[in-house]
């Protein structure tokens, strides 16, 4: 798999907009277009070196409420960018690792099995 | 732009229980490079830098159940740890933090394995723990 750069973390609050205010003010960083998520009701976002980090306000009953509730405000998930998606599938089919393709921000992406990413809500996705 | 600035993301902090078992998916299925990898006493981790892009995926393994990584373990299991930024001159960048009346974890900053570092409280950052980090003139990055 190539797999090329840090796309965007995303982080969970109980008001994105808040959260990524105070992260353009005490980090010096620029607001971004938000990728958004039909899991919540608000996103913003700010860019740092090509990347973006996503804040993002849960709607009722979703995952991402339940990350919330669970472990609090925070870093929730991460997202590359590999050069060819397709191909990412099939490494991961081959490695045996569970996968839910999903579209995200209009751009196709693959939501890998937690329990395979070390704890870690991962999603990779190709440029569109 | 001042030397101080934030310009990208370092790496993002992963823990995880074992680095050897942990590289079966992040250098083997997604194929990143491990770039460096150190014990740092210290802090009671083992840890593993894989490079992506111009930015870097930090695996961390506990050296014990005691240190700061073994309590993050035991109490939120593996997953996302903390994010780091680069920047040119880490001691500026954490008096600019100070000076917005950031809670600091470092007051000062220290060596690390991304280079000189400092970590800031998470109660300011919407519980997100943050590093800084000065990379060490051999090993910066674009």
Do not use: N
Not at chain 1, 4 to 27: C, K
Not at chain 1, 87 to 103: C, E, H, N, S
Not at chain 2, 43 to 66: F, K, M, N
């Amino acid at each position: 798999m190539k797999t090329e750069r840090i796309d965007h973390v995303t982080v969970v609050s109980p008001d994105a907009a808040r959260a990524a205010a105070t992260f353009s003010r005490l980090f010096g960083l620029a607001s971004a277009p938000a990728a958004g998520s039909p899991d919540a009701t608000a996103s913003a976002a700010v860019t740092i070196g090509g990347a973006r980090i996503e804040f993002r306000t849960p709607a009722a009953s979703t995952p991402l409420e339940e990350a919330l509730q669970k472990g609090g405000e925070g870093m929730v998930a991460l997202t590359l960018e590999v050069a060819d998606l397709d191909q990412a599938a099939q490494t991961l089919q081959r490695a045996g690792i569970r996968f839910d393709p999903q579209t995200m921000g209009g751009s196709r992406a693959l939501l890998i099995d937690p329990r395979a990413a070390h704890g870690v809500r991962l999603a990779l996705m190709a440029r569109s | 732009m001042s030397s101080a600035a934030l310009t990208r993301i370092h790496h993002v902090g992963v823990v995880v229980r074992d680095l050897e078992q942990a590289y079966g998916f992040w250098r083997d299925v997604l194929g990143l490079p491990v770039h460096k990898v150190a014990t740092v006493a210290d802090q009671g981790v083992r840890a593993a830098l894989l490079t992506i892009g111009g930015s870097e995926i930090e695996l961390l393994e506990p050296l014990s159940p005691s240190s700061g990584i073994g309590k993050f373990l035991a109490k939120r299991g593996e997953g996302l740890h903390h994010i780091c930024y680069a920047t040119e001159d880490v001691a500026a960048a954490l008096e600019e933090a100070r000076a917005k009346g950031v809670r600091l974890i470092d007051e000062k900053p220290r060596p690390g394995l991304a280079g000189t570092i400092c970590f800031l409280h998470p109660a300011s950052t919407h519980g997100v723990l943050v590093e800084y980090a000065q990379p060490f003139p051999d090993e910066a990055h674009s």
